[in-house]
């Protein structure tokens, strides 16, 4: 017995690293494009167009990627719930690094003309794939491994890869923008981040082979009760969980896209302060971040899950009006603590969010009813947000008209917290309760 406690321990921490190494490469390529696609890809890949046509193409081009988010949650939502979480996993792990890998060696516009911007919006295409089977499969190795009684602390070992991704990949870009001359930089010093990512695949492919499959997926399995076609039966038979994750995420995923790519351009073309700086600030941001996530989803585990998310997304919908008045009126100082202070009622929902949506589904369904509902809000919510807030600004000439988008995906948000059933304090191991539903 004791042996048994001591193996399933180490396999818990195992599945605790592997879910935070291998999101963090996801991430770290995700967000690099993010941070690439505000700074970089208009002049590289659009080069004839306007400052403003040049970031509405380049955003266009970032926001093609959460589009083909549920379509990797399909896809790999599939086979989790048919093969097993670890061999899926490192299916999305090697397709996101590749494609990655690949943009680092893509030539511009200048050099293979239309062909340089059609490939970049394929190898984005590829990077949402892989990204939307990635989520659900890392959240629950983690879960599905450890202590149910600390499910929200041990779902969000796979959110605190999106910090870490954001900081290696926006730090990476900045410590470049700072060491190189700008044309070195705008040349080819972008390029060495993106193949960095060959190295990163190689490091989470030895983490994730040395884990087993976990108990619960392992139990289905053993009793014959994986699905033939999971993806058709959790959309048929769990629509309404699909739909309110969404709708959840709206204050937590939509802001969080205008507070880390959208204020580079923003603070750079409106305000005039340097890349650099801006970048620092939301490096620092990210960094903050990997100690708020784990500590408010811990402290789901104690007062419930609802509980937290909710009040993160009433918080978010108070600083709408308070950041972009900062962003649009006060000093250099005032905006690096403002960008910083923005992502703390982030980390309110995103830490709990793992296991809040997780819980929703019963285990032989969980893979892809998590994910469709995780990566359904990237069409609606993530994917479109800096392109409708450079529209807005475009159009109304104020900011704040950002704050009442901001506003209307916290109301959102809150509602379909409410909707949502509280199972922090369930046994997600029993399929009985869900089937009970039906």
């Known amino acids: ?165 954001l900081v290696l990949g926006t730090g990476g870009l900045t410590l470049l923008s700072a060491l190189l001359p700008a044309e070195a930089f705008d040349s080819w010093g972008w390029r060495v981040p993106f193949l960095a990512s060959f190295v990163l695949v190689a490091v989470g492919l030895v983490i994730r082979l040395r884990i087993l499959e976990t108990p619960m997926f392992a139990a289905v399995v053993a009793t014959q009760r994986t699905s033939r076609s999971p993806v058709t039966e959790v959309v048929r038979h769990h629509w309404r969980e699909i739909l309110l994750s969404a709708g959840l995420r709206f204050s937590e995923q939509m802001p969080f896209y205008l507070f880390t790519s959208f204020v580079l351009v923003y603070a750079v073309e409106e305000r005039g302060l340097s890349k650099t700086f801006v970048l620092n600030a939301v490096l620092v941001a990210a960094a903050v971040e990997l100690v708020t996530i784990p500590w408010f989803s811990q402290l789901s585990d104690r007062l419930g899950r609802k509980r937290v998310y909710v009040s993160g997304a009433v918080l978010v919908g108070l600083l709408a009006f308070p950041y972009f008045a900062v962003l649009q009126y006060a000093s250099a100082a005032a905006i690096f603590v403002m960008v910083i202070v923005s992502m703390v009622p982030h980390a309110m929902q995103y830490g709990p969010q793992a296991a809040l949506i997780g819980e929703s589904f019963p285990t032989h369904l969980r893979y892809g009813g998590a994910g469709l509902g995780y990566q359904l809000a990237s069409v609606f919510a993530g994917g479109p947000a800096p392109l409708l807030a450079t529209w807005l600004l475009h159009a109304t000439g104020t900011p704040f008209s950002i704050s009442v988008y901001i506003v209307l995906a916290a109301v959102v948000t809150v509602v379909c917290v409410r909707l949502l059933p509280d199972r922090s304090r369930a046994d997600i191991s029993d399929d009985s309760v869900y089937l009970r539903k039906r």
């Open 1 to 165: 017995m004791r042996t048994q406690q001591a193996q399933r321990g180490t396999q818990t921490r195992r599945a605790a690293a592997a879910s935070v190494i291998g999101t963090t490469i996801e991430w770290y390529d995700f967000f690099l494009y993010n941070t690439a696609a505000a700074l970089i890809f208009p002049a590289v890949f659009f080069p004839e167009s306007s400052s403003y046509a040049g970031a509405m193409q380049s955003f266009a081009t970032y926001a093609v990627g959460f589009a083909a988010r549920p379509i990797g949650a399909a896809i790999f939502g599939y086979w989790g719930d048919r093969i097993g979480r670890k061999a899926t996993l490192i299916s999305t792990l090697l397709l996101m690094g590749i494609s990655s890998g690949i943009i680092g060696v893509l030539p511009g516009t200048a050099s293979i003309g239309i062909l340089a911007p059609l490939a970049l919006v394929a190898l984005r295409l590829l990077q949402g794939v892989a990204v939307g089977g990635e989520w659900s499969g890392s959240v629950l190795l983690a879960m599905e491994w450890g202590d149910q009684r600390r499910r929200g602390l041990l779902a969000s070992f796979a959110q605190i890869g999106v910090p870490t991704g």
